[in-house]
């Protein structure tokens, strides 16, 4: 039986996944900058689902807070890598190939966590490898569009790549410590 707080984590997770997927829309009210197609909303929502059960998933065989926490931080990491990569492009537009080397970090979670059966301690060294992968990402990015003519991109892909490398390691802390936690059980 799920506790109480445990439910309304939960329930609140859907509820803001609901809001998400409408703020497309309510932008397209106000603005001619969001121009969303039926095809959009069906790729963002096929997105948000399958995060959503990912999460359930993770929700339902976690042990500890820390590891729900971990499973959370990755699962919003990768949902904002994918959304970002998809929606205007790490690399200069959405247009760029170079784009598609961030396709290869979300495999390192992926595969990742299906070898290691996504238990805590093996997937702490997932999400540091995937740290490692998003870096390499980056870096790679930067060398091969060096003397791309895009306004701010260079500072945009060195911010995002830190962003996602905090965010994979909080993840790898928190599996840690949910370790941690079922080796003192």
Do not use: K
């Not at 506790?3 to 009210?29: F, H």
């Amino acid at each position: 039986m799920i506790p109480i707080e445990r439910d309304r984590l939960r329930r609140t997770v859907w509820i803001a996944a609901c809001a998400l997927s409408l703020a497309p829309l309510v932008a397209m009210q106000f603005t001619h900058e969001v121009l969303w197609t039926a095809n959009d909303f069906l790729v963002f929502g096929t997105m948000l689902l399958v995060a959503l059960a990912s999460y359930e998933l993770a929700e339902r065989n976690a042990r500890s807070a820390a590891y729900r926490w971990a499973a959370g931080i990755a699962i919003v990491a990768a949902f904002f890598l994918v959304w970002a990569d998809l929606a205007v492009g790490l690399v200069g537009s959405e247009d760029n190939p170079a784009n598609l080397i961030y396709v290869g970090v979300l495999g390192v979670p992926v595969l990742g966590g299906l070898a290691a059966r996504f238990r805590a301690r093996p997937m702490a060294y997932v999400l540091l490898t995937t740290a490692i992968a998003q870096l390499s990402a980056g870096i790679v990015a930067l060398l091969g569009n060096l003397g791309a003519e895009a306004s701010g991109w260079p500072r945009d892909v060195i911010a995002l790549t830190g962003i996602f490398i905090g965010l994979w390691l909080a993840a790898a802390f928190f599996f840690r410590r949910a370790a941690r936690e079922e080796m003192a059980a």
